[in-house]
């Protein structure tokens, strides 16, 4: 079974097909080990779905769960992640992500506050050989369909950093984007859960229709808004 999703990914990632407006697919969150909240922000990647249907002009199914470990997650492009706390994968959650990423999946890190420190040597563990780079604001990533010319925006303060964007490169692309001090997943979410302000929620969703722009086109950098 996940030998036959995984064929089944490259040929439609290989053909276009994810790119393609007529083709209908949907975003996932990942589901993890560890006691951190996987489920945290439950309203934001629906509301990044709805976002994506009416400005990218792109159809999206319901928005799904997939655990690390499971052939399930070679149905879905884009994953995101997020939570508050410990991250455990195991061996296999190793080689079936790394497998899924270098195969034309793209995983979306998003440190909810808290996530940091566990995540990181995981993602070391994920590729022993790459290195975690901060992402340069010239980057396709910043500029699909809107421009972020001075990267993330900053939706929550938590400890007053700057907002990062890291990410793991293969071949050229950005398999792996972790976002770090922006807090893009509560941005997503319903207005009420966090009060933000209309315009950094709208920040935060077109960067948020930037990562899954990128991840179903590649390198493609068409003009910004």
């Not at 992500?97 to 998003?110: C, E, K, V």
């Not at 590729?127 to 929550?156: A, C, M, R, T, W």
């Not at 490169?169 to 997503?188: A, C, M, P, Q, T």
Request: glycine letters at 10%; proline letters at 6%; one cysteine or more.
């Amino acid at each position: 079974m996940k030998k036959l999703c995984f064929l089944v990914f490259i040929c439609l990632t290989a053909n276009g097909l994810f790119a393609q407006k007529d083709a209908s697919f949907a975003l996932a969150v990942l589901q993890y080990r560890g006691g951190g909240d996987w489920y945290a922000n439950p309203t934001s990647v629906p509301n990044l779905r709805d976002f994506c249907i009416e400005n990218l002009g792109i159809n999206l199914g319901e928005t799904q769960f997939a655990d690390v470990g499971s052939a399930e997650l070679f149905n879905y492009p884009w994953v995101h992640m997020t939570g508050h706390g410990n991250v455990v994968w195991n061996s296999n959650d190793i080689e079936n992500l790394r497998t899924y990423l270098l195969g034309g999946g793209f995983l979306h890190i998003d440190d909810n506050y808290g996530m940091d420190a566990f995540i990181r040597p995981q993602i070391k563990k994920l590729f022993p050989d790459k290195e975690l780079v901060e992402v340069p604001f010239d980057h396709p990533i910043y500029h699909q369909k809107y421009s972020f010319n001075d990267g993330l925006p900053k939706v929550h303060e938590h400890d007053g950093l700057p907002p990062q964007g890291f990410g793991i490169f293969h071949e050229g692309r950005i398999v792996l984007f972790y976002s770090y001090e922006s807090d893009l997943g509560n941005g997503w979410e319903d207005p009420e859960v966090h009060g933000d302000p209309e315009e950094i929620r709208l920040e935060a969703l077109k960067m948020g229709a930037n990562l899954v722009m990128y991840a179903l086109m590649g390198q493609d950098e068409p003009e910004a808004d």
